[in-house]
């Protein structure tokens, strides 16, 4: 599990629920071991809402190994790969590991995370690793270095742990998970039977600001130390101080780690200064006066790999059968880490079986956005997801990640059978609802108590339903205590998913002009994606290009029309050379 004992959040809930809608693992793994349940964003838009939640890290970690080993056909071993083989005519063909192991394959998949070259930082101690207590990784980097890889460093860091026995709870406010049942699978009858835990929210002060500003000169981050890139969206207590230094009060999350271990999480707190620092600073949050440590907060630096030099695919363009995932490509977070492995997985699967690989469009999901960023933009920092990377995230919410998903899935052997004709039965039995939207009257006498008591105008005449789900005040559930033939069919809904079908119904009555809006200016701008590039281009005799452009579409290679467009520094006129190019 990552250094934080939660799963989703921000654009992140909507990846794991499109990993589950593609036939993954994720979301079962952490409903079954959640400890808290929270949808985020509720006071938005349904574009914007996230599921998130805590689990419990060990029962994670457990269940996801017996997942694995009951695996059919799946074989596992535990070492440490030091380098990639090749056979003499220069092809992939495996991995030797530092134990003298040798594993022969024509494809591999990296997924690295931390651990390139890791080197981790407490003050001005600094030590070898990939994580507390875990060995770095060496000897990849630098054979990928001598392929021509270009490669670089990133920084990121993780907070204290605490004895939750020496917390005092009563000087905190708490958290509760949402009390309306919320999961990531789209499978029925995949739930918590763990006992859910508050988390808890604490402010630092002024005094703790001034310890942490005394601690500057031995932090790593700021005498030196390290010079790599560190995450802007998640930044340390003592980037937090330097960059707002207006401000005294910083939020802090108190989270559980497990249903009944007392180590809790400091969300917010991530930090490399000295231990003494990170004790004092603490100190000072009157709920952790006398708060101990299970360990000390760090930072740490390791390898990526730019990810522009990958196909969409995930393959890399150098080494044929050679595929990237995860913080190896650039990113934080292990929802995008998940994402980029389960599509890396499957097109090393379906390379390696002799079919067609498989890519996702902006349009389709958040893990095609977050890849389309990768390859077509690179990072100069720490990538995570947000909603507002997706230009199309009305399209993209996380109730429907199924409709969008799961066929692709099912095609191309990752979903069930099961999943797919679950996914069906949901899509009919929504269609039915919002068909009785559109064909169904309702009369004044039948909603005039309703209406008043929300405060919304009253009928004049009979309506179609939908003309009244698409009143902010009203939803379905509040229309079928008055409406009996909605009641009748909300009724016979099965059981267990007799929520999520009728919130499916009701996001695409309320927002129907809206979602139709923004289908219509994707599928315009989806033309360039089929508008293909020849291959043989050469970008350099293209003189009706800007020369930032010429530089940027030979580094890059783009495939298509629509992946040019979005490369930093290609004007709309270097597009309308290249569509004049094409067109001849």
Request: hydrophobic residues 35%; charged residues 25%.
């Amino acid at each position: 599990m990552s250094c934080n004992p939660a799963i989703g959040g921000i654009a992140k809930g909507q990846i794991v629920r499109e990993i589950d809608a593609l036939g993954g693992m994720t979301g079962i793994i952490t409903d079954r071991t959640a400890i808290q349940f929270r949808m985020l964003n509720r006071s938005k838009g349904p574009a914007m809402w996230s599921p998130r939640a805590q689990a419990d890290r060990n029962k994670f970690s457990a269940l996801w190994r017996e997942t694995l080993e009951q695996t059919p056909n799946l074989s596992m071993w535990q070492g440490s790969v030091d380098r990639l083989l090749f056979d003499e005519d220069g092809k992939l063909g495996g991995v030797h590991t530092s134990e003298g192991a040798s594993f022969f394959a024509n494809k591999v998949v990296l997924t690295n995370g931390t651990f390139l070259n890791g080197l981790m930082h407490i003050g001005r101690v600094s030590f070898a690793g990939g994580r507390i207590s875990e060995p770095a990784s060496t000897g990849i980097t630098e054979q990928l270095a001598g392929l021509g890889f270009r490669t670089d460093r990133m920084k990121t860091g993780t907070p204290v742990r605490l004895d939750g026995r020496t917390i005092d709870f009563d000087k905190a406010v708490a958290q509760p998970g949402d009390q309306v049942k919320h999961i990531f699978s789209y499978l029925p009858g995949i739930e918590s039977s763990l006992k859910q835990r508050d988390c808890y929210i604490v402010y630092t002060n002024r005094e703790t600001c001034e310890i942490l500003r005394r601690g500057l000169p031995d932090s790593p981050l700021y005498n030196g130390q390290i010079q790599s890139i560190g995450p802007r969206y998640c930044p340390s207590i003592e980037t937090k101080i330097v960059t707002f230094a207006d401000k005294t009060e910083h939020q802090l999350f108190l989270e559980p780690e497990g249903e009944t271990t007392t180590e809790f999480y400091v969300n917010g707190f991530s930090s490399s200064m000295p231990m003494d620092i990170q004790i004092g600073a603490l100190s000072t949050v009157p709920a952790l006066a006398d708060a101990q440590l299970y360990r000390a907060g760090y930072a740490i630096e390791y390898d990526f790999f730019d990810p522009t030099q990958l196909k969409h695919t995930l393959e890399t363009n150098l080494v044929p059968g050679l595929y990237f995932a995860g913080q190896i490509n650039g990113t934080t977070g292990y929802e995008e880490a998940a994402g980029q492995g389960l599509v890396a997985g499957a097109n090393a699967a379906l390379s390696a079986l002799g079919r067609e690989q498989f890519t996702l469009a902006r349009n389709q999901a958040y893990i095609g956005v977050l890849i389309d960023d990768l390859v077509t933009k690179g990072v100069d920092e720490p990538y995570r997801m947000f909603t507002s990377r997706a230009e199309y995230r009305i399209l993209l919410r996380q109730d429907d990640a199924d409709m969008r998903l799961t066929p692709l899935g099912h095609e191309i052997g990752l979903a069930s059978d099961e999943r797919f004709e679950l996914m069906q039965q949901k899509k009919n039995l929504r269609d039915s609802i919002i068909e009785l939207s559109e064909r169904l009257t309702v009369h004044p006498h039948e909603v005039e108590q309703l209406l008043q008591a929300v405060g919304t105008s009253p009928l004049r005449q009979g309506v179609k339903l939908r003309d009244l789900v698409q009143r902010p005040q009203l939803s379905l559930s509040m229309l079928a205590d008055a409406v009996a033939p909605l009641a009748k069919l909300i009724k016979s809904l099965p059981d267990e998913r007799r929520d999520e079908i009728v919130e499916a119904a009701e996001i695409l009555i309320k927002y129907q002009g809206y979602i139709a809006r923004e289908q219509l200016i994707a599928d315009k701008l989806m033309r360039l994606e089929e508008i293909r590039l020849p291959k043989d281009i050469d970008y350099d005799s293209l003189k009706s290009i800007s020369t930032e452009g010429r530089q940027k579409l030979k580094r890059h290679s783009p495939l298509t029309i629509g992946q040019a467009s979005r490369i930093p520094g290609i004007s709309p006129s270097d597009v309308n050379m290249l569509l004049l190019l094409v067109n001849r």
